[in-house]
């Protein structure tokens, strides 16, 4: 009913759903569509007809089992998300979908980069591999990206794969050669989240300014490290923001 009535509005432009249940499997068909925000619960979301989106903020409210949707089909959920959205400008991956986004084979990058993208907003959990994962790809595929946000996720007690060098490993072929202004909030200054600021500094030619925004005054001391971290840009302003 709902996939219908979407389709059968080819004019639709702008879309918002807010706390949104009661579909499963979400398929937008939306030719004229430009604007899309939703934030609910759904096992599943693709796109068609979708070439002029531009904007998109999506978040999934609840927690996704990993393991058991790589039993059912182990084809990426990332790659599946993106084939329709040409020229997206704006993405703002909220709550757990960047954990949707990590199911199945996730590759390097995008066969089909967002060089229209140049504003993205991940909130992640540094701790978890698949998450990790999914959002190196996102930011390997972005080759014209010139404004980002991470928030972190606080912590929960799961039996997540861990990594605690990812960030360190030599993942990348490129520099972010546009990326100018960088938020990194929630964070608590554990070594994960520690060794992504510092990759951001050393491959960042053209940054302008780094803003971090702790969980809490507890890690101060030890965010206070970043200051220290090598700049590939002369002109990057480090700024420390209370919480």
């Not at 009661?22 to 693709?46: E, K, M, R, W, Y």
């Amino acid at each position: 009913m709902f996939e219908k009535l979407i389709s059968s509005c080819p004019l639709l432009e702008r879309l918002t759903l807010i706390n949104f249940t009661g579909v499963t499997h979400l398929n937008i068909n939306a030719p004229n569509l430009q604007f899309f925000d939703i934030g609910g619960i759904f096992d599943d979301v693709s796109f068609q007809n979708t070439f002029h989106l531009a904007l998109v903020s999506i978040g999934l409210y609840v927690n996704t089992d990993n393991d058991e949707n790589d039993a059912r089909d182990n084809s990426s959920k990332l790659l599946r998300f993106f084939v329709n959205l040409p020229h997206i400008r704006r993405l703002e991956v909220q709550s757990y979908f960047l954990k949707y986004l990590g199911i199945g084979n996730v590759p390097s990058r995008l066969p089909n980069p967002c060089v229209d993208l140049n504003y993205l907003s991940i909130r992640i959990d540094f701790d978890d591999l698949e998450e990790n994962t999914a959002a190196l790809c996102l930011l390997k595929s972005c080759p014209n990206l010139q404004e980002l946000e991470m928030l972190a996720r606080p912590k929960e007690q799961t039996s997540v794969e861990r990594s605690t060098n990812f960030w360190e490993d030599d993942h990348w072929s490129s520099l972010f050669a546009h990326l100018r202004l960088v938020k990194v909030s929630g964070i608590s200054g554990v070594k994960l989240e520690m060794h992504f600021i510092k990759f951001l500094l050393s491959n960042s030619p053209v940054l302008e300014r780094l803003t971090v925004k702790p969980a809490s005054q507890d890690g101060e001391w030890e965010l206070k490290e970043l200051l220290r971290f090598r700049r590939a840009s002369i002109y990057a302003e480090v700024i420390y923001s209370d919480p």
